[in-house]
């Protein structure tokens, strides 16, 4: 599982035009699920986003995490490109629709994320914070 995190002032998700959802400061997550991936490793990865530190306190160091602030995640499965070989990447370590869209909403539900729409070509726009963009994986042992 990868999510690519990114610290925003505000970020909204689009499908066919209309609005999705949309959030103020927090965090954007761009979510990809591999075939290895189950419970376990969604459970670590979102705590793991939950406690990242990125956020400034009082003295303006990146020490606080993401409280009380929003978080929107969409799914991606083209994290799990492999671009080792050639020029086409290759989508065979992302997980097929059907095991993935039960483990992005494991995930969303236990961060309490507002989402894009699984599986649907989405518009994302945000407004990078810092800019402030972490790759957070955890590969099934």
Known sequence: MRALVQRVTRASVSVDGD????????????????????EAVCDWVADKVAALRLFPNADGRMAEPLGAREMLCVSQFTLLGDTRKGTRPSWSAAAPGEMAEPLYERFCTRLGARRGVFGADMAVELVND????????????
Not at 31 to 38: C, F
Not at 130 to 141: D, K, W
């Open 130 to 141: 810092g800019p402030v963009t972490l790759l957070v994986e955890r590969e099934r042992a």
């Open 19 to 38: 609005t999705v959802a949309a959030i103020g400061p927090g965090l954007l997550v761009l979510l990809g699920v591999a075939r290895t991936d189950d």
